[in-house]
T-cell receptor, first 112, second 114 residues
Framework: SQQGEEDPQALSIQEGENATMNCSYKTSINNLQWYRQNSGRGLVHLIL?????REKHSGRLRVTLDTSKKSSSLLITASRAADTASYFCATDAVQGAQKLVFGQGTRLTINP | ETGVTQTPRHLVMGMTNKKSLKCEQHLGHNAMYWYKQSAKKPLELMFV???????ENNSVPSRFSPECPNSSHLFLHLHTLQPEDSALYLC?????????????FGEGSRLTVL
């Protein structure tokens, strides 16, 4: 079964608004990562949060982790058109033969 | 040179063709990965190499054949593919396989099988 699941699958907001994406997972993890992918391109690492951390910031990004609920959220503040992309969470729980398991992603569209 | 370079970026092949995808990393990493990304499906890990040894093989059909001649280069040899193999193939590298840190991805090779 899939480890990480993002919610919502798609999100469309106006430029300047904040965007929040959620990720839920099923088993215990060591860390959780967020990646970004522009259409048809490779994934770019955004942030890694360890299981003993609750919140982490990087520029306009804020990631929270709630291990009791097995969930994480990615907040992008003051969104820009250039933030339009797909965002994926990835967890390191061993699931079958996979070391790092990715969710299906949230497609974020920022309207100018 | 960017960190992880993939060639070609686009490839169209017939079901009877033989082609190869190439990946090169300039980061001094010890682990390299092939992922498959199909529409509306999660990223699927295909192969992992650590220090040039294959350490993961996720029941990938034999029509996909990986090769890792050294720690900087990774190939994916393709032969007698099916139309459902059309996808974006992503190469990634990481410092080590045993420590699940950040993955560095290439831009991907978009494969279309006719």
């Amino acid at each position: 079964s899939q480890q990480g699941e993002e919610d919502p699958q798609a999100l469309s907001i106006q430029e300047g608004e904040n965007a929040t994406m959620n990720c839920s997972y099923k088993t215990s993890i060591n860390n959780l990562q967020w990646y970004r992918q522009n259409s048809g391109r490779g994934l770019v690492h955004l942030i890694l949060i360890r299981s003993n951390e609750r919140e982490k910031h990087s520029g306009r990004l804020r990631v929270t982790l709630d291990t009791s609920k097995k969930s994480s959220s990615l907040l992008i503040t003051a969104s820009r058109a250039a933030d339009t992309a797909s965002y994926f969470c990835a967890t390191d729980a061993v699931q079958g033969a996979q070391k790092l398991v990715f969710g299906q992603g949230t497609r974020l569209t920022i309207n100018p | 040179e960017t960190g992880v370079t993939q060639t070609p970026r686009h490839l169209v092949m017939g079901m009877t063709n033989k082609k190869s995808l190439k990946c090169e990393q300039h980061l001094g990493h010890n682990a390299m990965y092939w992922y498959k990304q199909s529409a509306k499906k999660p990223l699927e890990l295909m192969f992992v190499y650590s220090l040039e040894e294959r350490v993961e093989n996720n029941s990938v059909p034999s029509r996909f054949s990986p090769e890792c001649p050294n720690s900087s280069h990774l190939f994916l040899h393709l032969h007698t593919l099916q139309p459902e193999d059309s996808a974006l193939y992503l190469c990634a590298s990481s410092q080590d396989f045993s420590n699940t840190g950040e993955l560095f991805f290439g831009e991907g090779s978009r494969l279309t099988v006719l």
